[in-house]
């Protein structure tokens, strides 16, 4: 069983799975189907894992497919990222907000993020690696960039007067007025 938190913004989910554990280490179910419909309400296919691995002042996003959306389940297999996901549907009263949460390695805590929205992270470890289950495969002709730094989303990210690591794709992000969004 896992347990699940909502965020401040509906149908984003922070999941906890439940860990066993004794002298000999731990064990837990990285995904449950079952777990996962009745904590989320969502049944997902799943068809894409991912595995990114990143260091110290990396941010990678804010990302999404216009055509062939990814809803994300996002966790931590070692480090620790402050992972942030934006609204990007139109019609939701929750349109451009954004929420953020610390997962890692010690915490094991997992991210559900629904079709329809920008996801990115930045590594606040040494080294993070950064593991997802894609409900949809990955599209480059597709692919969005939101700026990161865009002021009328305000993400509040934990720099500490760093500028943060970035891919020429993710310098070029656009501001939320000029990004393709969803109804």
Known sequence: MIAARRTPIPDVWLLEPRVFGDARGFFLESYNQRDFE???GRQANFVQDNHSRSQRGVLRGLHYQIHQPQGKLIRVIEGRIFDVTVNLRRSSPHFGCW???VLSAENRHQLWIPEGFAHGFLVLSETADVLYKATDYYAPEHERC????D???GVD???AGNQPLLSAKDQAGRAL???EVFD
């Open 157 to 159: 990210w934990p720099l």
């Open 177 to 179: 007025a000029e990004c």
């Open 99 to 101: 929420t953020g949460v």
């Open 151 to 153: 002021p009328t989303v």
């Open 146 to 149: 939101l700026a990161w730094d």
């Open 38 to 40: 009745a904590a989320t």
